[in-house]
């Protein structure tokens, strides 16, 4: 046929007669009708489709001919995109003359369709008989239409003649047939309107806009139109739903266009509507046509959602993908794996129409726009501002308008507000009218623009205000009305100037206030009597310049308005629907109601076409996957109701598989873009038709619950990556779905509500509800049928594919990605957590899940693992210590089956997951109160000690903890396996456990620690002693880098840190925490270790060794376990004391230069610690520590070493002895009880602390020699002599940053002082008894010593106090007087040693035995001096002030501070003869000096000394001390001497002291210090006098003894007792036999000073010793003075 054309292009075709049809048989008619469609399809196919290639033939033809012009017709016929690009505001041909064609054919087609199109809108007369002419006639023109659309090429989609031909006939075509009444019209006009959507939506963008709007978007929302008329529009919209490209792009042309309505979602929202069934009463639908309809509308959200999932395949990742096992391949029902996403198995209907022609996601050729998401996501954004707006534009206008304004919408202008107005027809029209007229001058310039974009040429007056008014809503008041038709007449007649038929403005502004009123009289209901015509000519006559306008015009006028109401373009139509949507009882008055609103739809649309014909607009096929989400957040809510309400009220398969898939693709589209609100607002939905989270849901339990419970299923399995926080609501329910499960396999549903195990209150909490109890018997009873009716509905949750399922979910766990494994472990612990909180028995279904989880997802990444343990060992460690022993040991036993496969797999070094893993063991071990879970953990932890040691490397860490935690336990199974278990590691596995090595030697101390089990104590101490040969023997082993911090440390610094320092630290714990026999022995070990390795430790080590010693001695501030301090004091102390000497003289050269003062500084606070037996310690240490270290020393160590005793000296002189005074007994009588505090400064004694130990920070402190004043001056007050009190330096406490014992610029005479002492930091004030923090002194003063200290006539001894502390007594003052309290009474009663008599220092009251059984009297009970003695002076006074017995207890504790300073003095007079002469050598000299004067006989005139003098050994540190030094030690001896002599010699203090009790009857006194001092400085000057390495000092030296010894016979002249003269015999002993020893001229200056004296000493009555070497001394001076000469 094609070539017959070309080559007879001229012949005539053969003319197609047709019959009349009123001539024909009905059965021709058909016959005709097939045959002609089936011709003329075939002829304009041909002709569309080969037109190209006939047309290329004919240009080569005619090439030679016709070059220009054929040059100009294949360029517009090859390249169809120089077209108008999609516009619609091309110029329009308005005849086929006038158009221009490239071919015969072409013009052929274009009148052939045009023919069809002006067929097609021929109305049909009878409706009702489809045989008709006229029936036929546009059905088949329709037909013939869609055959053409269909079977079109891209020249007749893209030639501008035949798209202008679509815009102006067949879109007025489809108009006039889109709500033709007659369902076959109808339906073909619905696919011709699919295919112009599929195929020309590039071009008629606006048209498409209007037909869905208000065309069939309308038909589906009035309830006026019938249930056939619906359905074919839904079937219409299932084929558009059904392509996913034409979807987005509605979404993405219209939604995101400002000016366009939101046609998608007003699409969704009626789908979902009538998915609801929310119109079938409305339209009188029966049962089946309603059901029909909520399916079709529910097939089309779900392939609008289809499509959604469709375009997100690419975010979409199938976990199968991963590798599945050959068992775990079946995927969703009703689905195939397409790649990665989601594709329903049947054909999309309508889906032809895209794949034919094109339209994919590529876009079509004519595409005018780029698709740039972030751009149409800022215009939907406006849109929705824009809308909100609208919305608020009803009530609100001028609000709106503001609002509008200030988001940039509208402008600010006059003319741009009243462009808004006009143009957006999305405006109550009713408000605008509001606007327009305002009284306000910018709404007055807002209507003037607004009518002035109304263009009135050459329109009929009545046209023109139809024009005006259709625009909006007239104002009810007159002015407003008066004021617009102003206006109108005005703009009237400036645009029609040549129409004369009005004479001015003022005839037209009457004659349309007239209309106006001539409208409101016809077609107001509530006017009765109607204008006439002859009345409205009559009401017109004179308004045009006093002359009548013509009668015809006006005649017109009232016919024209009096027939067509003027109104506006959708008012009727709303109106009307409204009407019948709540009146419709019938199908006529439906019918009827149709008809009309049809043609308000078809006049509404027709004016928007118009209206958009020249407008232009750009339409974008959509590319990007980003613009599902806004689509969906926009949907989603109506998608979720309509889906829920369908499957809560329908049963049917249809109907709920419809809306699984619909569950199904909505969770898919929301997890692929992170949607959590609506991810979880549609599966919580989901989860809640399970009907398993809800209280009777088993009963309510029918097929499609089962249904939901598979979906639910299948969707946690295909989307578990992106569940995130929802994975909680499946987990619930498979949860709940295994009691289900129980019911169905024959299980009593009634015992399942009985607690397993009764262990909780009744009061506990529950934590989150979870309906893990059926309350089935509430519902069911006893009845046996309801019973097994009931395990039959639940009997399909144990069928084979639901218990696949439910394992699939957790064996496929292993496919989740590193986030998604994250959120579904904390989903289903915290499920887990909720059964275990059960009151009435917890279940174990989750835990037993997540032991299985962690078993399957155990070799994932350890990056990954790392994250899923830390939430399971967390949950773990709570259900380890649940109050349910059979879960404890349930987790306790999984924990050891998990720990035993992990520990398989090995660790590399450095790393701690094995740490991470096995931490719940040591969490569940310190916290479950079980002693059946603990021992079950020990167990464990001992079975994989044996069985997987080689493979623990970080665990040893947590192994060690379980078994410190089992080392406080008093179950002797439990430690005893512990510790075996311990013992073996250390003896078997030690170089396997080296990195944790700090952690055994603190589970060694743990175990040491545990008072019940001595022997285990003794040997853990053996096992630390053991590691020390360790650490010595392979020290390589400690030597490891990089791990636990240890970057910063150094190299040489590692061994230290790892091992010794544990270790010493350790058994320092041990020495602070045990019982006597375990500390000393820890002590012991402890010191040995110092001693064995100490060769090894560099001085820094030292430092830090030292400060961990340090606490030791003052245990009560590094220790929460109370000891007896007297007690601790006399054994450990002393005890540490004498080791730390030891170790510091056998390494003095490496720890004198860094640890010399902390040493002596600890020496000072061990005199100061109010214990005799410490401080008589002290004093031997120092002079052990001089003798054996003595030559070591440089001079820089003698000077520090004698201030130090200069200190000691200053710091325990008994200066209270001197002032102190008693209170006067009319002193607490007063109504106040009150002590003056100036009374009691006379025994009050005020300490600052010095901080001895080891410095950390700062310059170490030294024993510099400070400048004047002295001690005695600085540290004086008022005229009383204060003492300075040091306690231990604690380096770890934070208050002692910043403060160190510094010394004071510029003093020459050393002494301790602070710069800023604190209370908090350093200081401790002292009470009024002047002591430290001992609270009291077992051990009494030996007789001995204290004869030695304080001699008296009679020799009494001291009464112990009690072996316990009391409580310090509380008095609460009421009206200024103490209340009545009874303090509390220790339980020790007081011993005493010896006699007492009356006068004697009275210890604490004893318990007397009265008619009350024994009990104290609280009259009779005292309060606790040590107590009070912890407490600043101010609060003693105050204490005081309420009781005589709390100033008694007070005045008791002094007067034992005051004993042991004197003899604190003692020991320390001793220990300096013993450091310069050596122990043995002053009591040889005496024995000596004795000796040679019981060889004197009365004849003889000189002594002679036997033997080598002892006080010139070389075994004394004498000639190591130099002259300074030594005049030190001299001035210290002065200074005893000097307060012992005034002691003696004032006695009215000693008087007062004896009143008071201070040593019974007699009076004490100080003789044996007067003459150990004096004694001692007497040899000590002698022997330098004629030292000759000292002749540097000879003068002063001779001067000091000359002066000294004078003094002292003075003072031996001036005593009166003979009992104190006695005690000089060894002073006088001294003086006399050195003074005859001296050489000729010395002893000529000496006798010379003290000859009077010496004479003086004649007259006493002396001893006979001392008689014979005074006569011999006065022989040899008259002897050397020449005066006499006998021998």
Known sequence: MQSAIMETPSKEPVPLILPTPHLATSEQDEQLRESVSFFITEIISEAIVTYQLELNAQTIENSHAKDKENQSITSEVNDPLSQSHGSTGNADTSSSSKTQFQHILQKDCYLVFKALCKLSEKDIVDSKDPKSTDYRSKVLSLELILSVLQNSGPVFRTSDQFLNLIKQQLCLSLLHNGVSAVPAVFEVSLSIFIVILSSFKTQLKMQIEIFLKDIFLHILETSSSSYQHKWLVLNALTRICSDPQSVVDVYLNYDCDISLHNIFERLVNDLARIAQGRQAFEIGASHQQEKALRLKGLECLVYILRGMVEWSKELYTDPSTTGLASGDT????????????????????????????????????????????????????????????????????????????????????????????????????????????????????????????????????????????????????????????????????????????????????????????????????????????????????????????????????????????????????????????????????????????????????????????????????????????????????????????????????????????????????????????????????????????????????????????????????????????????????????????????????????????????????????????????????????KMATLQVQVGETSSQSVVVAVDRIFTGSVRLDGSAIVDFVKALCKICGEELSIPSGARMYSLQKIVEISYYNMDRIRLEWSRIWAILGSHFNTAGCDQNEEVCIFVVDSLRQLSMKFLERGEFPNFRFQKEFLRPFEFIMGNNPSFTVRDLVVRCVDQMVTSQANSIKSGWKNTFSVFNSAAQENDQSIIELAFSTTSRIYEEHFSLAIDSFQDGVMCLAEFSSNPNFPDISMESIRLIRQCTRYISEAPELFQDTGVDGSYSIKDEDHIWEKAWYPVFFELSRIITRCKLDVRTRALTVMFEIMKSYGYSFKQHWWIDLFATTTKIFDVARFTEVQFDESEWKTTTCNHALYAVMDVFVQYFEILSPVLLDSMLQQLVWCVHQNNEQLARSCANCLENFVLLTGPQFLPVVWEKVCHCVETIHELSEPTDLMSWKPLESQEFSGSTHSLDRDSLSSFTTTSSVATPGVFTTGETPSFEPPASPSLDEELHDNNHLHSKVLVPFRPESPQNTGRECKVVPGHTSHTFTLEKPNVVGGAMPVGLEGESDDKSDKKPLLAEETALALQTVNEDTITEETDKPEEALTIEIKNGKPAKQEPSVSKATKKQTKKTQSGLIKSRSTKKKGKDGGKTKPSERSVDPDTVSTRSAMEVADLGKNTKQAYRNQVQSLFKSLIIKSVIQLELIQAIDNIIFYPTATKHDDERNLAAVKAVTIKDSGIQLMGEDPLSNKKGMYRYIKSPEMTLLLDVLSKMHTFAKDFNANVEQRTVLMKAGFRGRAKPNLLRQETLSLSCMLRILFRMLNDPERTDYSERTEERLLKLVKDSLLYFLSLDATTHQETWTSVLNIIFIRTLSLESSQFKRHVGVYYHELCQMVMLDLRVEIKILLRILLLRIGKEFSVTTAN
Not at 657 to 683: K, S
Not at 691 to 718: C, D, F, H, R, W
């Open 330 to 785: 079946e995927s969703l029902a009703g689905y195939e794996s397409d790649g990665d996403s989601l594709v329903y198995k049947h054909k999309r209907v309508g889906s032809h129409a895209s794949s034919e022609h094109g339209s994919t996601r590529s876009g079509s050729a004519m595409t005018s726009a780029t698709d740039i998401p972030e751009q149409f996501e800022s215009l939907k954004l406006r849109k929705d501002l824009m809308e909100q707006g609208i919305h608020m534009f009803i009530g609100l206008p001028k609000k709106a308008l503001r609002f509008l304004q200030d988001k940039g919408l509208v402008g600010k202008t006059a003319k741009e507000v009243a462009e808004f107005l006009h143009h957006d027809d999305r405006l109550d029209r009713t408000a605008i009218g509001e606007i327009l007229g305002e009284s306000d001058e910018f709404c007055k310039e807002v209507m003037c623009a607004y009518i002035d974009f109304l263009d009135f040429n050459g329109m009929m007056f009545l046209s023109a205000l139809r024009l005006l008014l259709m625009k909006f809503r007239l104002p009810g008041e007159s002015q407003k009305i008066d004021r617009i038709m102003e206006k109108f007449a005005s703009r009237f007649c400036e645009t029609n100037p040549s129409r004369a038929i009005f004479a001015s403005a003022d005839a037209a502004y009457v004659l349309a206030y007239s209309i106006i009123m001539l409208t409101t009289d016809l077609h107001n209901s509530q006017v009765k009597r109607k204008m006439t015509k002859e009345e409205y000519i009559k009401m017109n006559r004179g308004i045009n310049d006093n002359k009548d306008l013509p009668r015809d015009f006006l005649e017109d006028i009232y016919d024209d308005i009096a027939n067509n109401e003027i109104r506006m373009r959708d008012s009727s139509r709303l109106a009307k629907g409204t009407v019948y949507g709540a009146a419709l009882y019938n199908e006529k008055q439906r019918r009827l109601a149709y008809l009309e609103e049809s043609e308000v739809m078809q006049e509404t649309a027709k004016a928007l076409m118009n209206e958009r014909k020249s407008k232009l607009s750009f339409f974008t096929s959509a590319t990007h996957i980003e613009h599902i989400r806004p689509m969906f957040k926009t949907t989603w809510a109506s998608m979720l109701a309509s889906f829920s309400i369908s499957l809560k009220d329908n049963d049917d398969p249809e109907f709920v598989r419809q809306c699984l898939d619909g569950f199904r693709c909505a969770i898919r589209v929301a997890c692929v873009f992170a949607l959590q609100l609506e991810r979880d607002a549609f599966i919580q939905s989901l989860a809640k038709f399970t009907k398993l989270t809800t209280s009777s849901g088993l009963v309510e339990m029918q097929p499609k619950n089962i249904e939901v419970i598979k979906t639910l299923l299948s969707v946690a399995y295909t989307d578990g990556n992106y569940l995130q926080s929802a994975w909680i609501h499946v987990i619930r329910c498979i949860s709940q779905l295994e009691l289900a499960q129980l019911i169905s396999t024959g299980v009593n549903p009634l015992l399942l509500t009985q607690p397993a195990a009764q262990k909780r209150p009744k009061d506990q909490a529950t934590g989150p509800k979870l309906s893990t109890q059926l309350p089935i018997k509430s519902f069911i009873g006893n009845d046996q049928k």
